[in-house]
């Protein structure tokens, strides 16, 4: 077994990157601040390759904890993965901490091997250079969804995400199962300023997109709450606007503003006329963000196309005008990106195909 001692001036402070071989494997053990404490991590290190298999108690100084799960599991298996993670037979456990880590299905192993998940409050989430994801998603579960209402772990035990123990009681949100008149329907809620009831429907999809046009109606009505919409998986656009514009919905949704009136278009997506003009509008992250107020619809419409593109690139929509974007108003669309804090580095106008 070599082991690899680098010093690294940093600030005019050395400090020391530690690197030890174990099977032809070259592995990172961290960065100390003094010689000795580099040495005291190496040795430990190779206790731990000397250790029984297994995850055994944990009472070292110098290696990180996670570092010490990565190792166990590099020693017993022959797999070194950067994540904190141990194999099992048919499952594995993701370590957060000494005590607390996640219970996975073998299956899942190559994803969470890729992707760090991080504990905030009670979200469980992975992130890459672009996006958060709750870990939820990865088993059907929408991230809104509140555990013992949505969705439960058979055993009780929370951390436990392996599928024979995940049992979803609703899929989409504002949707639960009830009865009335002594048959089971899906009841679509929403919360405005105190819950109204939608209405209720045969199918769990026809409530998820009843609770969908909810939202359209409450924000061309001039709402600013950041509703999150439902995905509907497996239907195509025709397929949906089908269902959409054929469902009925309560009264309390439909009844327009007393001071704004908004009409929706469809002939663009993302824009609803009111009486200033246009307002445009576009989805982000279960967001509705507001691009502003434009003179035409043509104009509302080229900057929501330039809103979809410097989100999305070109995997969003695409409105057909031509020009695709109207460069003089850029600085106000980016004027309102920046309250929403997702402005990049960069505000100059996205490319387009």
């Known amino acids: 077994m070599m082991s690899y001692i680098y010093p690294l001036l940093q600030n005019n402070l050395t400090r020391y990157k530690v690197y030890f071989v174990h099977e032809a494997k070259k592995i990172y053990l961290g960065l100390y601040d003094t010689l000795e404490y580099a040495e005291n991590a190496l040795q430990e290190a190779q206790d ?18 996670k570092k010490f799960i990565c190792l166990c599991n590099f020693r017993d298996y022959g797999i070194y993965i950067k994540n904190p993670i141990y194999v099992y037979n048919t499952f594995f456990h993701y370590y957060l901490s000494k005590d607390l880590f996640l219970t996975f299905d073998a299956k899942d192993l190559l994803f969470f091997s890729t992707y760090k998940i991080t504990k905030r409050g009670n979200y469980l989430y992975t992130q890459d250079n672009v996006t958060q994801q709750s870990i939820l998603s990865r088993f059907g579960i929408p991230p809104h969804s509140i555990l013992g209402t949505d969705y439960r772990h058979k055993n009780g035990d929370c951390y436990d995400f392996r599928r024979e123990n995940l049992e979803i009681i ?7 199962l009830t009865q009335k008149n002594n048959k089971l329907v899906y009841t679509a809620k929403i919360f405005i300023h105190h819950t109204i009831v939608i209405g209720h429907y045969a199918s769990e999809i026809e409530a998820a997109i009843a609770y969908n046009k909810a939202i359209d109606m409450l924000i061309r009505n001039g709402s600013d709450k950041n509703y999150i919409k ?16 054929t469902l009925q919905i309560s009264p309390c949704i439909k009844t327009p503003s007393r001071h704004k009136r908004v009409v929706s278009t469809k002939k663009y997506r993302g824009i609803c006329k009111d009486k200033s003009g246009y307002r445009a509008s576009i989805g982000y992250k279960g967001k509705q963000i507001y691009l502003g107020i434009y003179p035409t619809e043509k104009r509302a419409a080229q900057a929501y196309n330039y809103a979809s593109f410097y989100l999305y690139g070109n995997n969003g929509h695409i409105n057909s005008t ?28 996205p490319h387009t195909p």
Do not use: C, W
């Not at 609703?170 to 639960?176: F, L, P």
């Open 170 to 176: 609703n899929t989409y949100k504002g949707v639960s």
């Open 230 to 245: 439902n995905t509907i998986p497996y239907l195509t656009l025709s397929e949906y606007n089908q269902i959409y514009d």
């Open 48 to 65: 731990i390759m000397h250790r029984p298999k297994g995850v055994t108690p944990f009472h070292y100084h110098f290696i990180d904890f």
């Open 322 to 349: 031509n020009p695709l974007i109207y460069d003089h108003d850029s600085k106000q669309i980016v004027k309102h990106l920046t309250k929403y804090n997702i402005l990049k580095t960069s505000t100059k106008a």
